[in-house]
């Protein structure tokens, strides 16, 4: 259990890296999903299935809302991914 928890705290960590690493709202959202799936599931383990279940009924609902505005706002025919140098440069702190 103790690996387990573990294992979600990196992958919380890695995934908040993803969201603020990544220029481009298309690519950021995913590491934004991803991040709040992995801390209701590390609630969820911690016996707080509730507060979970509504946390991510909360998250998703709100980060659909600032994804469609964030995306009209910035209409990129050719977003930048995380394969991107720049992009590997911002999320080890390089440039």
């Known amino acids: 259990m103790v690996y387990f928890l573990l294992f ?20 950021g959202v995913v590491g934004l999903v991803f991040t709040s799936v992995v801390g209701c599931g590390w609630l969820v383990s911690l016996g707080m299935s509730f507060v979970g279940l509504v946390l991510l009924m909360v998250y998703l609902g709100g980060m659909l809302v600032v994804f469609v505005y964030s995306v009209s706002l910035a209409a990129d025919p050719f ?7 720049r992009v590997l440069g911002y999320g080890v702190c390089i440039v």
């Open 79 to 85: 977003p930048e991914g995380w394969g991107d140098w």
């Open 8 to 27: 979600l705290a990196v992958c919380f960590v890695l995934g908040g890296l993803a969201v603020a690493s990544n220029p481009s709202p298309y690519y």
